[in-house]
């Protein structure tokens, strides 16, 4: 760790049951009308409607933008802005999964300080001034967008899922209410669950990790580890419900300031290139990804794997650090998370774009997180392997 951390969160954060009433108060302070950034799923939840009845008790109006239909693109980006100014809004509220968020968290930030959302990647363009005020609702526990200074925005000139992150990306209020995941499907339960276990686990084994970041990835591990599975048999299960979505705020607050590493580097690439949600293509990589990081991290992976079996205190660091590896691939096959190939994504394509994706990971420059850096050559060796990857313990890096 270096001399001195910095540590970023959204300025209010409103967590547990009934938090989304919180969204008429906290959108009125800071506007008069708001865009409601959110998809047709949620609109047919009777989300929407009801976050305009929150709204409308404290006299505020609004708009919706209904356009996100996948992983976010500067498509989406451009139409939503277009809407924004053509209402004369003031205010934003994402209600959705992460693309929503991160839609919104781009939107926000264009509207203030202007050009194309690609200019802020790698820093080439700063956002100098604040952006458009920014309330984000997730009705999945995975992304932990809702508490994160990035965004991540599909390129559909090039095909590139943009890693962009500045604190003005951060927004400004993160409503986190468990009631709004119920609704949530068994499959995409298992796959944001497993995507916010990765969040937790990357931000703990990070080389950027510092003790606050520490602090919050134990806990969201051990909420993660311990509900997930009652979450995905029964998705009513309020208090499973609550432990997955405080345990992904936690997640998201940890590794927005420690970083990711080697999963999200890899799998940004199969989002863009062959349209897998992010939550599932960061669950389909984790288990090889930890089994080509372990010996470079034991002592971190065994405590995850004391979370996942709390009567080994007195194993080694290296037999528990096998548990949590073992236990991250066992939890894979039991929520029914697919490989690439059982996806649906052809073998030949997938092997013509491995360089280009390998690439393209390394470039992000999450892959320079992990506790054992990979070089291109790794990295696509890795992507074979997860192509028809098997969750069982036969798969051992290097056979």
Known sequence: MEDYAVFRTPGTIHYGRKAFEKVGKETAARGKKALIISDKVIQSLGFISECENFLQKEKMESVVYLGVESEPTDKYVDEALELFEKEQCDTIISLGGGSCIDTAKAVAVVQTNGGYIGDYMG???????????????????????????????????????????QPAFMPDVAIV????????????????????LS??????????????????ALSAMEKIVGSIKAAYEDGNN?????????????A?????NASVCLV???????GALFHVPHGFSNAMLLPAVLEFSKEASISRLADLG??????????????????AVEAVKNLCLELKIPNLKGWGIDQAAFETAISKMAGDALASGSPQNNPKVPSKQEIEELYLKCYDYKFTSENVVGS
């Open 177 to 196: 209410d468990p009631y709004l995941t119920v609704s949530s499907p068994p499959s995409v339960t298992a796959a944001t669950g497993v995507d916010a």
């Open 306 to 323: 004391r979370f996942f079996q709390p009567n080994t205190s007195n194993l080694s660091d290296e037999k528990a650090a096998d548990i």
């Open 264 to 270: 999200h580097g890899m799998s940004r690439p199969i």
């Open 199 to 216: 969040h937790a686990i990357e931000a703990y084994v990070s080389r950027r990790a510092q003790p606050m970041t520490d602090m919050l």
């Open 252 to 256: 998201g607050m940890a590794f927005t």
């Open 238 to 250: 309020i208090s499973a419900r609550e432990a997955m979505a405080l345990g992904s705020l936690q």
């Open 123 to 165: 820093g080439k363009k700063l956002a100098e001034k604040s952006p458009v005020p920014h309330i984000s609702i997730p009705t999945t526990a995975g992304t932990g967008s809702e508490a994160t200074d990035a965004t991540i925005i599909t390129n559909t000139t090039n095909n590139v899922k943009m890693m962009i992150k």
